[in-house]
């Protein structure tokens, strides 16, 4: 009877069952209700653009961002170009700000006519790198006009320029957007090469101590992994001009090349002639990418080596993937 008597003291009168219902009624009709307004408002804080009208040497051309135009071989002044884009701002002028995830170009940057940000001082400089390569710039309100607002970028570079989407929205938005791509295209990075060397030294001692050819691979490919790494976010470029190019993509194939001999290895796969090859195409980076510079097809030989590269690792993932399933 008690424990009767306590589960029908839970049930509540009737009427008051009823307002329970209408009230919960009203509150998913107004949840509802203000859904698209809600909707609208987060439309409003962002709005990202995705093409331009790009001007280069008086040539216009409407793109798609991201857009990358590269100087014909062997030009010496730097390549130039200008985008315009519109945005629409619903409702009164406001505090904006302009989040640019990459940016590979000196630049100049106006809002409606005025200026907010100008790294126009010298271009023939390095190009950007890192951080400076990811942008967020506030525009102030007294820039901003209600309806279609103009963003123009003049670009400038040797021997490419590249310019991403871009995002226009509320400062708080644009920043947070920001923060996020610090720790995706820069941060995250480095930190990824200092586990990766530490990593690599272990293993170097190891072999120094076992005398395992195996372990020697892992432990070269994996320092030039960190290092090829470290040298594509650092702040400043170690090396400019050519010597960058191909000591980036010789770098790249090199490391990919060890790690894939210690992948047949580690497989148990005897296979000394892939390895000699495999041996032979890392470290002849440098001499095919220097020579096909010389042919004025260096960008062209860079994807074809690198996909080459490619092609080497699905060999290695075959004999782990082998190796791990049986």
């Not at 080596?305 to 075959?318: D, Q």
Request: charged share 15%; net charge positive.
């Amino acid at each position: 009877m008690a424990a009767g008597f306590a589960v029908e003291s839970l049930i509540l009168p009737e009427p008051i069952m009823a307002l329970a219902r209408i009230r919960v009624v009203r509150l998913l009709a107004g949840l509802l209700i203000a859904l698209p307004a809600v909707a609208g408002a987060v439309q409003m804080q962002m709005d990202e653009i995705t093409e331009a009208l790009r001007t280069v040497a008086g040539s216009e051309t409407m793109v798609a961002l991201p857009d990358f135009i590269e100087s014909p071989p062997g030009a010496a002044a730097p390549l130039r170009a200008t985008y315009r884009a519109t945005f629409r701002l619903q409702g009164e002028p406001r505090r904006l700000a302009l989040c640019m995830p990459g940016l590979i170009a000196h630049d100049r940057i106006r809002v409606n006519g005025h200026v907010v940000d100008d790294r126009m001082s010298d271009p023939m400089a390095p190009l950007p790198r890192s951080l400076s390569r990811i942008r967020f710039i506030e525009i102030s309100q007294e820039f901003v006009r209600a309806g279609d607002n103009v963003i123009e970028v003049e670009v400038a570079g040797l021997p490419y320029v590249s310019l991403s989407r871009m995002n226009v929205g509320d400062p708080p938005v644009m920043h947070h957007r920001y923060e996020k791509r610090l720790v995706g295209a820069v941060i995250g990075p480095a930190f990824v090469a200092v586990v990766v060397f530490s990593l690599s030294l272990c293993v170097l001692l190891l072999w120094a101590r076992r005398g395992e050819a195996m372990y020697g691979y892992f432990g070269i490919g994996t320092l030039g992994w960190a290092l090829h790494t470290g040298w594509s976010v650092l702040p400043y470029p170690i090396v400019s001009g050519l010597v960058y190019s191909i000591g980036w993509t010789s770098l790249y194939t090199f490391f990919v090349g060890m790690l894939v001999i210690f992948c047949v290895r580690f497989a148990g796969w005897q296979w000394p002639r892939f390895e000699r090859i495999v041996m032979t195409l890392s470290i002849a980076g440098p001499i095919v990418l220097y020579l096909a510079h010389r042919g004025g097809v260096l960008g062209q030989a860079e994807e074809t080596w690198r996909l080459l590269f490619i092609g080497i690792v699905a060999v290695g993932l075959v004999a782990v993937g082998r190796f791990a399933w049986l």
